[in-house]
């Protein structure tokens, strides 16, 4: 499966943004999918996931009450709603799908990776 994801910008702090990943080559309904999201000079961390039938949400503690993650299967798509964005948020954000493990609190090693979108947020 092929991932793009759009929706990045530059914004304000306070402002919401909304992220798309569009899949292509296979529904997504035979996925779990999710977002990551890489800041200069850090290492990628775990953002939001969400199961195949959208049953069963993560959401990392930093993001949590803000952000939040939905998918459309029909439009073989995946989103992420961002409000109330801070300075801390900014960073390449980065869709991915086929997780093969959750934990209570975050999933690791997704099959499939999408380019990244850019998120900066000026305080």
């Known amino acids: 499966v092929q991932l793009q994801a759009s929706g990045g910008g530059l914004v304000q702090t306070g402002d919401s943004l909304r992220l798309s990943c569009a899949a292509s080559?296979?529904?997504?309904?035979?996925?779990?999918m999710g977002w990551f999201r890489q800041a200069p000079g850090k290492e990628r961390e775990f953002v939001a996931s969400?199961?195949?039938?959208?049953?069963?949400?993560l959401y990392a503690n930093s993001v949590k009450g803000r952000f939040t993650i939905s998918r459309d299967n029909a439009k073989n798509t995946m989103y992420l709603q961002m409000n109330s964005l801070k300075p801390e948020d900014t960073a390449e954000y980065y869709c991915?799908?086929?997780?093969?493990?959750?934990?209570?609190?975050?999933?690791?090693?997704?099959?499939?990776w999408g380019q990244g979108s850019q998120v900066t947020v000026s305080s």
């Open positions: 080559g296979r529904a997504i309904s035979d996925y779990s």
């Open positions: 991915a799908a086929g997780f093969r493990y959750c934990s209570v609190d975050r999933c690791y090693n997704p099959d499939y």
């Open positions: 969400i199961s195949w039938n959208a049953n069963a949400v």
